[in-house]
Structure formats: structure tokens, C-alpha cells
């Protein structure tokens, strides 16, 4: 992991080649982390591969940070192998228009990862492939990993005992 000088000045490079992309940077407990504007995504990731070394992305998250706005947040984990050094690169987006452009095209490994997050959360990503539905029927209505979401599920009918169930037999 950078440091947290070395994740002051990977920010420093970004901001300089990007500007207005990096709107902050946490290091904790060993996790350097670069908040950045929803419009940079792909050239931060880009320039992250290209000049810093980060070939390989690992993850992509969806979270709800319920009640605070903006509420959805998506999280890239990027990893550099040769030095085995990770850093997160995340952004926030409002739930009024949960929209970021996908980095598919780029990174392949995150299309069904940005799926899961679109079935999850309903971040919609700009220019995927295939964004429909992984995890839910596609008829299903709402997110379920949202805050909000009513909790409680839906009733699970076992019939293997029930003498009123076609095809019982004792």
C-alpha cells in the first residue's frame, strides 16, 4: 500500500493531469483510498494503470450511505502486482441520478461486478455492454442491499409435508 505521503503525491499527479478529479484522500489502517469525481472514473483508473502501475482490477462495490447524501457510493479496488500494493479509488452519486459510465470497456473483469452493483444498489453504468439484472429476477422491483430497503423478505412454502400439495403421498 502507498503510504500516506505516496498516496499525496500519486493524488497530486491525478490532479495535475486530471483536474477536478481527485476531491480527496484517506489513508487508514494501512487503506490508502482517493475519493474522485464520478465524471473522472475511467481516466483516473487509466491514468492509475498507465503511469502508477495498477494493472489489475480486483473489485467493484456497491454501497448505500444512508441517510447522507450523495447516498450511493461505488468502490474500485486496484492492485499492482509487482509491488503487491493495493489502493481503492471511490466515488459517491446522488440517488435522484445513480449514474456513472462503466469501466467495462476498459477493464473487463468489472462487467459483471458493475452488474451486481446495478442489481444491488441501482447505480446504472453509462455505456455497459449488458446491464441488465445478475442476482434478482429481472421482474424483481427495488434494491435490495439499500438501506431502506423493507426488511423481512418473502414467505418460503414447503410443501413436503403438506397432505393438501399436489403429488403428496405419504
Known amino acids: 500500500m502507498p503510504d500516506q505521503v505516496g498516496l499525496e503525491l500519486i493524488a497530486?499527479?491525478?490532479?495535475?493531469?486530471?483536474?477536478?478529479?481527485?476531491?480527496?484522500?484517506e489513508y487508514f489502517r494501512g487503506q490508502a483510498s482517493l475519493q474522485v469525481a464520478p465524471s473522472a472514473v475511467r481516466p483516473v483508473l487509466a491514468a492509475l494503470r498507465e503511469s502508477h502501475g495498477y494493472r489489475a482490477l480486483?473489485?467493484?462495490?456497491?454501497?448505500?450511505?444512508?441517510?447522507?447524501?450523495?447516498?450511493?457510493?461505488?468502490?474500485?479496488?486496484?492492485l499492482d502486482m509487482f509491488r503487491v500494493d493495493r489502493i481503492?479509488?471511490?466515488?459517491?452519486?446522488?440517488?435522484?441520478?445513480?449514474?456513472?459510465?462503466?469501466?467495462?470497456?476498459?477493464?473487463?473483469?468489472?462487467?459483471?461486478?458493475?452488474?451486481?452493483?446495478?442489481?444491488?444498489?441501482?447505480?446504472?453504468?453509462?455505456?455497459?455492454p449488458d446491464l441488465r439484472r445478475i442476482l434478482m429476477p429481472?421482474?424483481?422491483?427495488?434494491?435490495?442491499?439499500?438501506?431502506?430497503?423493507p426488511l423481512g423478505g418473502e414467505p418460503?412454502?414447503?410443501?413436503?409435508?403438506?397432505?393438501t400439495s399436489p403429488g403428496w403421498t405419504r
Open 12 to 25: 497530486a499527479a491525478l490532479g495535475e493531469a486530471i483536474p477536478g478529479s481527485v476531491l480527496d484522500t
Open 138 to 149: 429481472e421482474d424483481y422491483e427495488g434494491h435490495p442491499q439499500r438501506r431502506d430497503f
Open 58 to 78: 480486483m473489485s467493484v462495490h456497491g454501497v448505500d450511505y444512508y441517510p447522507h447524501e450523495p447516498r450511493l457510493g461505488v468502490h474500485y479496488q486496484l
Open 156 to 163: 418460503v412454502l414447503f410443501t413436503h409435508n403438506d397432505a
Open 88 to 128: 481503492a479509488v471511490k466515488l459517491r452519486v446522488t440517488l435522484d441520478a445513480p449514474s456513472i459510465e462503466s469501466v467495462t470497456p476498459d477493464w473487463p473483469t468489472a462487467n459483471h461486478q458493475e452488474r451486481e452493483v446495478y442489481d444491488m444498489f441501482g447505480v446504472e453504468f453509462e455505456g455497459h
